[in-house]
């Protein structure tokens, strides 16, 4: 029997692939002290009975990119190890069977392009060819990825613990935690039924088990394991190693080849939770019943597909568990609950071929305490208080693995599991024919439907039955006033006497400011990259108050409360507490003056002013700053005065043509103004001087910041990249995001946001335009630009400036 060691650096708790992998980046690449402890033995939970398909293209850049680094990884595993991994790379085909799957596909390999992946459209016959098996009546087209490929799970596992081993790792099976020591709100120990291990950092790669095992932490990690079956047949004539992987999604299935034959699985849109009372302590390399009835509909699609599957024999059905999340994306990063506690799981039936980066960039993130690159899509603080819901939790992680291979329409939202949270004014807002989606279990207002248009989203690959509602809101925010409920703001209040000295350490604008003021500004991380974007009001001396967007609440408060340190600084989440309502446009002063006895002048209340005002007999907090470029308020009235601030705005709106608008209006609003998105436009791998934020940046100051080394780095080096923006008059042109952009006819970047600006009446997208010999003004406007649309070329104009009111005389009025 192995003896368990008593410390370790960093201990890795499972040992499935990705377990593997992190063991073995952690100590090829960092040279830790690493132990790897697994409950049973190696592969034994969802990596053994995984089915292996290896595809690359993710809409995230980021997650591409890992992806990618797995197929460099698994090619070179086998010599370094000497274990087989069963890789091959015989390409991947996806087929589309209908216009808009088609669009789909046309938009992916634009995407798979603008990332530095090659991928071929081609047609019904040309994928036969690939593929001579199927029937292609059906098909409008494909797309082959000649770098995508399969492999065997267990061997690649096997490899990379072998690999781990050799760079110094220990790997000890049949060791079951049962607990964990902490300290000062860090993890100390690990606690197991062979006895206590010391260590600096754990990390949770406990797959199925993560969510247990992440509990005896007091660390939430939303998953479900759900049942997933496919079904390998005997050898089939026709058969080759060769032939690539194939990903039919319209009807739901996969194929790969499998010892001359096919293996053959599916994503139902009814999918089937299992273990909801906890996983029996005694499943290893077990396998659940066969249930021929729920996997009779792949079938079906099957042989319609490839006829020679009727009188194929089947060798087995395998029904296996594997974990999936509610938004489709697996979980990596540092539990904000618990510092040294990190998680990689939840791979959504991806994660062979995520795992060989997945445990890449885990790794660094352990040893550097930040992640090597922008992996917010996956990043575990992208969650909230609702995930730790079992029941919330089963009803969306089952939708989205029935969204698996649905149609990836711009716009969608999840239908299940709602509504969990509400503002006071939802009621109102219904009334009012709002149709909402929702944003980390809110419910929020997306736009409204006029009398005589359906209250629901249509989706389209085009302009949904919403664009010319939207168009309304737009022109009357523009031109009018309207209302938008933004109560699901994140709101935190840092009080004491330390806490301006903190706040101004955190941010990378000057925040402490004279009490009555607010400031725009960024975290930087230590390499100069864009942790929050936010606002911080200083409303005393010791007082401030801070804002930023419904998803980033657990990220931005876990980056706050891990930076302001031990001083004299209380940090609150005051969120649940003060409703947010913003009145936006020309005529908001006039309905202002129309309920509220208190100077709101420009002279009294100037942009940037915070200010406490009485609005209809309530106290509100006003707050002069805007996301859509017109003269404007967010108002924040504690959540038990939110009714009667929203009627008596409407009310005395009626005379200024005042409506309530949605979060898609704001979004076309913030394109137009040239606003940055975080987590798409900015990220924690751009620089405020990338992104044309240099101005929010206090290098001028002499004061020290977080950040600050990193950002006077790139400050005084050319950018190798800038944040522009481009439009597109053609109106056949529908922008989302990820369209290659193309300076002289070559590609130099892609679009981070896109969408239509009503006023400007045209397609405005923004995105990094990239020159490794530097990109300065006159490089970028010495160009002729266009941006690849769905795999159709349009012209495209360059703007260095916002496309409406770059001199702020509207906002600022």
């Known amino acids: 029997m192995t003896m368990v060691p008593t410390q370790a650096q960093v201990i890795v708790i499972g040992g499935g692939i990705i377990g593997c992998s992190t063991a073995y980046h952690l100590a090829r690449d960092h040279k830790a002290d690493v132990l790897l402890?697994?409950?049973?033995?190696?592969?034994?939970?969802?990596?053994?009975?995984?089915?292996?398909?290896?595809?690359?293209?993710?809409?995230?850049?980021?997650?591409?990119r890992l992806l990618k680094y797995s197929v460099?990884?698994?090619?070179?595993?086998?010599?370094?190890?000497?274990?087989?991994?069963?890789w091959k790379q015989n390409g991947g085909l996806r087929l589309a069977c209908n216009p808009d799957r088609w669009i789909e596909i046309q938009r992916q390999a634009t995407t798979a392009r603008s990332f530095g992946l090659e991928m071929h459209l081609m047609s019904a016959a040309e994928a036969l060819d690939l593929w001579?098996?199927?029937?292609?009546?059906?098909?409008?087209?494909?797309?082959?990825?000649?770098?995508?490929?399969?492999?065997?799970?267990?061997?690649?596992?096997?490899?990379?613990?072998?690999?781990?081993?050799?760079?110094?790792?220990?790997?000890?099976?049949?060791?079951?935690?049962?607990?964990?020591?902490?300290?000062?709100?860090?993890?100390t120990a690990v606690l197991t039924d062979q006895g206590r291990i010391a260590c600096e950092r754990v990390v949770n790669c406990g797959g199925m088990w993560a969510k247990e095992v992440g509990r005896m932490a007091g660390v939430s990690v939303p998953l479900q394991p759900v049942q997933h079956q496919y079904v390998l047949t005997e050898p089939i004539a026709g058969v080759t190693p060769s032939l690539p992987t194939l990903r039919d999604p319209d009807r739901l299935i996969y194929f790969k080849e499998e010892v001359g034959g096919l293996s053959m699985g599916g994503y139902e849109l009814?999918?089937?939770?299992?273990?909801?009372?906890?996983?029996?302590?005694?499943?290893?390399?077990?396998?659940?019943?066969?249930d021929w009835d729920h996997f009779e509909p792949h079938m079906i699609q099957a042989i319609e597909r490839v006829p020679a599957l009727s009188t194929a024999g089947v060798k087995q059905m395998i029904n296996g568990p594997?974990?999936?999340?509610?938004?489709?994306?697996?979980?990596?990063?540092?539990?904000?609950?618990?510092?040294?506690?990190?998680?990689?799981?939840?791979?959504?039936?991806?994660?062979?071929?995520?795992?060989?980066?997945?445990?890449?960039?885990?790794?660094?993130?352990?040893?550097?305490?930040?992640?090597p690159m922008d992996l917010w899509v996956v990043d575990i603080r992208r969650f909230s208080s609702v995930h730790r819901d079992d029941a919330w939790v089963r009803e969306r992680t089952l939708e989205a693995y029935g969204k698996h291979y649905a149609i990836a329409w711009?716009?969608?939202?999840?239908?299940?599991?709602?509504?969990?949270?509400?503002?006071?004014?939802?009621?109102?807002?219904?009334?009012?024919?709002?149709?909402?989606?929702?944003?980390?279990?809110w419910e929020r207002p997306n736009w409204f439907a006029p009398e005589g248009v359906e209250p629901i989203d249509r989706p389209s690959q085009g302009h949904a039955n919403w664009f010319g509602p939207v168009g309304e809101e737009h022109r009357a925010c523009r031109e009018a006033v309207v209302l938008f409920d933004q109560s699901s703001f994140a709101k935190f209040e840092v009080r004491g006497s330390a806490a301006a000295e903190r706040l101004e350490w955190i941010c990378a604008n000057r925040v402490a400011k004279a009490p009555g003021r607010l400031t725009y500004t960024q975290m930087l991380n230590a390499r100069g990259g864009i942790e929050c974007d936010l606002t911080v009001a200083r409303l005393a001396d010791d007082w401030f108050y801070v804002v930023t967007g419904t998803g980033f609440r657990t990220h931005d408060a876990a980056w706050i409360q891990g930076h302001l340190?031990?001083?004299?600084?209380?940090?609150?989440?005051?969120?649940?507490?003060?409703a947010t309502l913003t009145l936006m446009g020309p005529r908001s002063r006039d309905v202002l003056a129309a309920v509220s006895a208190d100077d709101l002048s420009n002279t009294a209340a100037p942009f940037g002013s915070v200010r406490d005002i009485t609005l209809a007999g309530q106290a509100v907090r006003a707050l002069r700053v805007s996301y859509v470029g017109e003269l404007g308020w967010e108002l924040h009235t504690p959540v038990e005065a939110a009714g009667a601030v929203f009627d008596a705005l409407m009310t005395a709106g009626e005379a200024y043509g005042i409506r309530p608008a949605g979060y898609r209006a704001i979004e076309s609003l913030r394109l137009e103004k040239g606003y940055r998105a975080w987590g798409a436009d900015i990220t924690p791998s751009d620089s405020p001087f990338e992104a044309g934020l240099g101005w929010a940046v206090k290098l001028g100051s002499g004061g020290n910041f977080l950040g600050r080394a990193a950002a006077v780095a790139v400050a005084a080096a050319p950018l190798k990249k800038s944040l522009v923006g481009l439009s597109v008059a053609d109106p056949a042109a529908v922008l989302v995001g990820r369209e290659t952009i193309?300076?002289?006819?070559?590609?130099?970047?892609?679009?981070?946001?896109?969408?239509?600006?009503?006023?400007?009446?045209?397609?405005?997208?923004?995105?990094?335009v990239r020159n490794a010999g530097g990109v300065d003004e006159g490089y970028l406007r010495d160009g002729e630009y266009a941006l690849v649309i769905a795999d159709t070329v349009y012209p495209a104009a360059l703007h260095l400036e916002p496309l409406y009111d770059p001199s702020n005389t509207r906002l600022k009025t």
Request: charged share 20%.
């Open 410 to 441: 711009p716009h969608d939202e999840y239908a299940g599991a709602r509504p969990r949270l509400t503002s006071p004014l939802y009621g109102r807002l219904q009334s009012r024919r709002a149709v909402f989606g929702s944003k980390l279990g």
């Open 270 to 290: 009814n999918p089937i939770a299992w273990a909801d009372d906890g996983i029996p302590k005694d499943f290893e390399f077990q396998l659940l019943d066969e």
């Open 132 to 187: 001579p098996l199927m029937s292609v009546d059906d098909l409008v087209g494909a797309a082959f990825l000649p770098t995508d490929g399969q492999a065997s799970p267990s061997d690649i596992a096997q490899s990379l613990a072998k690999g781990a081993r050799m760079h110094g790792a220990r790997i000890v099976e049949g060791v079951a935690v049962t607990g964990f020591e902490t300290a000062n709100g860090a993890v």
């Open 37 to 64: 402890i697994e409950r049973g033995r190696l592969t034994n939970g969802s990596t053994w009975h995984a089915a292996g398909l290896v595809g690359q293209l993710r809409t995230s850049a980021s997650i591409t």
């Open 742 to 768: 193309l300076r002289d006819g070559t590609p130099v970047g892609y679009l981070t946001s896109g969408g239509y600006g009503y006023t400007v009446g045209c397609n405005v997208g923004y995105g990094y």
């Open 322 to 371: 594997e974990s999936f999340t509610p938004d489709g994306n697996f979980i990596l990063g540092e539990a904000p609950e618990l510092r040294g506690f990190f998680i990689g799981c939840g791979f959504n039936a991806f994660g062979i071929a995520s795992a060989g980066g997945a445990g890449w960039a885990l790794a660094n993130w352990v040893m550097d305490g930040t992640p």
């Open 565 to 578: 340190g031990a001083a004299d600084v209380v940090f609150e989440d005051v969120t649940e507490a003060w």
């Open 72 to 86: 460099e990884l698994y090619s070179t595993l086998e010599t370094e190890t000497g274990l087989a991994t069963g």
